[in-house]
């Protein structure tokens, strides 16, 4: 089982809708837990961490996270085609080391 | 504006040379870099942790003779692979951030081996 599973997509939604990208990952002593976005040939960009259970909202991102069923969400608002990317979920582990475990990512495309 | 810097952007080498790859953070110290690596349509794979002033710390199954870590300073990390072939042909990145809840990836580099 991989530590950090995200569905491969690619996932549709039109514009202006909300896209919501999911991740489950299997150590419950996972720490903190980030999303980065990541354009085609370009590096990942960091877009929210979110390390307690609940909703944590910035801008038109919203993450949500779960403890006890193991997931975290992202949730997109006014979906915009400039946001159709991979979007990469990873975790900290719990063995305090700063290194980060990523999902292989969801393809996200926003039609125009 | 960025605040981690990699040199260069790209490189084409002939298989059998080694390259030298940098990674800078611009605003604040970094004990800890990483480095990844990102073959097409994969994830990205956690190479090894860089630590100021001690030796880096490999990931399973990277051979740290084949990838050479030094963390001189406090803002400059290097990721030499030596002897490169053309299965090392892949986008490498590396990460680092003044917390640790704020990681932040240089902008790559994408190696070519002929």
């Known amino acids: 089982q991989k530590e950090v599973e995200q569905n491969s997509g690619p996932l549709s939604v039109p514009e202006g809708a909300i896209a919501s990208l999911n991740c489950t990952y299997s150590?419950?002593?996972?720490?903190?837990f980030f999303w980065y976005r990541q354009y085609s040939g370009k590096s990942p960009e960091l877009i929210m961490f979110?390390?307690?259970?609940g909703d944590k909202e910035d801008g038109r991102f919203t993450a949500q996270l779960n403890k006890a069923s193991q997931y975290v969400s992202l949730l997109i608002r006014d979906s915009q085609p400039s946001d159709s990317a991979t979007y990469l979920c990873?975790?900290?582990?719990?063995?305090?080391?700063?290194?980060?475990?990523f999902g292989s990512g969801t393809r996200l495309l926003v039609r125009p | 504006g960025a605040v981690v810097s990699q040199h260069p952007s790209w490189v084409i080498c002939k298989s059998g040379t080694s390259v030298k790859i940098e990674c800078r953070s611009l605003d604040f110290q970094a004990t800890t870099m990483f480095w990844y690596r990102q073959f097409p349509k994969q994830s990205l794979m956690l190479m090894a942790t860089?630590?100021?002033?001690?030796?880096?710390?490999?990931e399973q199954g990277v051979e740290k003779d084949k990838f050479l870590i030094n963390h001189a300073s406090l803002t400059l990390s290097t990721l030499t692979v030596t002897s490169a072939h053309p299965e090392d042909s892949s986008f490498y990145i590396c990460?680092?951030?003044?917390?640790?809840?704020?990681?932040?990836f240089g902008p790559g580099t994408r190696l070519t081996v002929l």
């Open positions: 979110i390390y307690s259970n």
């Open positions: 990873a975790l900290r582990r719990r063995d305090s080391s700063y290194k980060l475990i």
């Open positions: 860089s630590n100021e002033g001690s030796k880096a710390t490999y």
């Open positions: 990460s680092t951030g003044p917390s640790t809840d704020t990681q932040y």
């Open positions: 150590d419950r002593g996972s720490q903190s």
